[in-house]
């Protein structure tokens, strides 16, 4: 009798104590004196590692002192860690929260939401699979599949892995990160490999492999900045624009590239230091290629569409089309376009220029200025201005010769890059030289 007692004793200490209602169960101590936890039903289990409780159905738990309330169909206390899970929503004083499961750490007062997991404040919306929170402050981070959205307007950012402190207004993203701007039709975007940002100002700082884009406009640099309508680009920067048909298009790179936006699309464009500029035309036949040189560039983008182009200092104008070659330096280029299309081309600068059509002719020319007019990509007419000088040597079998021409106003015009007509105006005197007469006129 006395050993049946004993075997008793030995086996209720050891036994788990479970303890099920079907009614509402509210721990109070437990979960400290200003929180406490509700259920539909409960299971408490007493082992040697100490007590753990099992809820489920409706469950609630409330901290009245950090205005603090989490909402689930199950959870699992053991000690200050507290696991909810299925249909869960935090909610505290500041934002809320919906997810799959939440681990919440109340002596570290840190909570891991894990499973499709939306955190919503006043101003933002933050989408992730992983958010860490600190209930005593307002630091969030987020990683996997992280989306952060400013409400009201259309813009986002997507990275791997999110840090974001609300109060500061102040973040950083890494990983895969894109930051985008919507206006209407028109999506300015923001690539690279890590971002520190101030959504409410429109800051962003970007780092590694940068890529901005929007409509035909691509810009490439190693870091840069955007600040509300100016974004500047650093670190071997390149822009590149093309034609919706990808027929002709434009390339360029400096040392920095700053872009102006006009109504958040991409307007003006500004090249510092070492800048360079290629225009490429696409026609049935061949491809006409201009290349600007200079110590600093610009170039505006009408709606998105080529409007004028400019160089500045110490400048030099390339062309290149099949056999044709040409060469203008100066100290200012501009060019303009009209419906996207290169109209025409002006070199300021005493200088002299070169045009070679090979088989045809071979032309050198000076000018305090020269003007270079064009129809379907191609050089109809060519006008020095100022102390104006043209140098020819024909090719074309039985007209070879030599041409000196100067005056105060020379125009040169072209067909199929051959020239096929001077007039010259002011102070006009010239030489021809045919060679196999030796005459001159």
Not at 341 to 356: C, H, P, Q, R, Y
Request: proline share 1%; glycine share 8%.
């Amino acid at each position: 009798m006395i050993l049946k007692k004993r075997i008793c004793q030995i086996l209720l200490q050891n036994l788990k104590l479970r303890v099920v209602l079907g009614v509402l169960f509210v721990i109070g101590q437990p979960a400290g004196a200003d929180q406490q936890i509700t259920a539909s039903w409960v299971e408490t289990q007493l082992g040697g590692g100490g007590s753990s409780r099992t809820y489920a159905g409706r469950v609630a738990f409330k901290d009245s002192v950090k205005a603090l309330q989490i909402w689930a169909d199950s959870a699992y206390v053991q000690g200050t860690t507290y696991i909810f899970v299925a249909n869960l929503v935090f909610q505290d004083s500041t934002r809320k929260v919906r997810a799959r499961k939440l681990t919440y750490d109340n002596g570290a007062r840190v909570g891991k939401f894990e499973g499709n997991v939306l955190l919503e404040d006043e101003q933002r919306a933050l989408f992730a699979q992983h958010i860490h929170v600190w209930p005593d402050s307002d630091k969030v981070l987020a990683s996997g599949e992280v989306v952060l959205s400013v409400m009201d307007e259309d813009r986002h950012i997507r990275a791997d892995e999110l840090t974001y402190r609300a109060t500061l207004n102040f973040g950083t993203a890494v990983g895969n990160v894109v930051a985008s701007k919507k206006n209407g039709t028109d999506s300015l975007i923001i690539e690279a490999d890590s971002l520190r940002f101030v959504p409410d100002e429109e800051t962003f700082d970007f780092f590694g492999n940068t890529v901005v884009s929007q409509r035909r406009t691509s810009l490439f640099a190693e870091s840069g900045w955007y600040r509300g309508n100016i974004l500047r680009a650093i670190g071997h920067p390149q822009v590149f624009w093309s034609r919706s048909t990808q027929v002709d298009s434009l390339w360029a790179e400096a040392d920095t590239i700053d872009a102006f936006l006009k109504n958040d699309i991409l307007d003006t464009l500004f090249l510092t230091a070492n800048a360079k500029i290629q225009l490429r035309n696409q026609r049935e036949t061949d491809v006409a290629k201009f290349t600007l040189m200079g110590d600093a560039g610009f170039i505006n983008l009408a709606e998105n569409m080529l409007s004028t182009l400019k160089m500045n200092g110490h400048v030099n104008l390339g062309f290149e089309q099949a056999d044709t070659f040409a060469e203008l330096p100066g100290d200012s280029i501009f060019v303009s376009f009209k419906n996207g299309k290169l109209d025409s081309l002006i070199v300021v600068g005493a200088s002299e220029g070169t045009f070679n059509a090979a088989g045809k002719g071979n032309s050198r020319f000076l000018g305090q200025k020269k003007t270079l007019w064009f129809l379907d990509d191609r050089l109809v007419r060519l006008r020095l201005e100022g102390h104006a000088l043209c140098h020819y040597s024909s090719l074309v079998e039985r007209e070879d010769g030599d041409l000196d021409l100067s005056g105060d106003i020379l125009d040169l015009f072209f067909e199929d890059n051959e020239l096929s007509q001077i007039i010259a105006g002011g102070n006009v005197s010239g030489v021809y030289l045919q060679d196999d007469t030796g005459s001159a006129q």
